[in-house]
């Protein structure tokens, strides 16, 4: 078994979505803010990346659990388990030695089908998102949901760590430049958040197929659809299908099934 070890960044402490602060965290009984699932998500790919390099950004496969919290500057291990040559399991365990989130990632040797860019509508810069409930999203299953456009750029690169050398070379924007899962799983996050305000609201799962590596100053085109809506243990979920296009060619370059509570018990 690989380790690898860090410590947590919250690369969101600003985030319309106060579980991110520490302020409502706390009334939810939290520690304090949440680092984002995404964030935990691209720790779990990081070895693998690492080992894989390239490959892992043009057809790697990962299925990412967040199991519980985990906080800015704690300190964390990420546990490899390789299979074979294209297949690992990884779990992250902090330093009290509870397991915050575990993912199955492998190397996909034939990817599916890639799904084609709809003539869905991209949102206005002064949109604003109605509340999210129940009959929202029913809404927008029926509808259609509207898409985003989200760019990966040298001004301001949204990576994982608090020093950017940590980073594998690939995902450093002053070497390999290529973004990572932080940037390419945010993107689901925030074209849901898009269509329907949430505030709080948790991350819990992805399941993640890359087409091809994200290059510097790559402008992505978001689009969305409703999967399921439903209720359980007095949390309302929301699961929905996040499909990301390059913006020149159309091509799609990651497909995303994201899974989160859009209203907690109690809220």
Known sequence: M?????????TAPESENK?????????YGFEGGLV????????????????WGKDWLDRGYANCRITS????????????????????????????????????????????????????????????????????????KSEGCRSFNFSW?????????????HLPKLLQPKEGGYSNLTFLLGCSNW????????????????ISQNYRAVGMNSSLIAQMEINKIYEKKGHEFID????????EDKDCVMTINLIAIYKLRGS
């Open 2 to 10: 690989n380790k690898w070890s860090a410590t947590a960044l919250n």
């Open 19 to 27: 579980i991110h602060g520490d302020e409502l965290a706390k009334e």
């Open 36 to 51: 984002p699932g995404v964030t935990i998500s691209a720790y779990l790919v990081h070895p693998l990346v690492e080992i």
């Open 69 to 140: 919290p985990l906080y800015d500057k704690e300190l964390f291990e990420v546990h490899t388990s390789l299979i074979d040559s294209s297949r690992a399991n990884t779990t992250l365990v902090k330093r009290n030695e509870v397991v915050s989130a575990n993912a199955e990632v492998t190397l996909t040797d034939e990817l599916p089908q890639a799904p084609i860019m709809r003539d869905d509508r991209l949102t206005d810069l002064d949109y604003r998102a109605p509340q999210a409930n129940k009959m929202i999203w029913e809404k927008l």
């Open 153 to 165: 750029s040298e001004e301001n690169p949204l990576i994982y760590l608090s020093d950017e050398l």
């Open 191 to 206: 074209i849901l958040a898009g269509n329907a305000y949430m505030n709080p609201w948790v991350h819990l799962q992805t």
């Open 240 to 247: 929905v299908f996040v499909n990301l296009f390059d913006s």
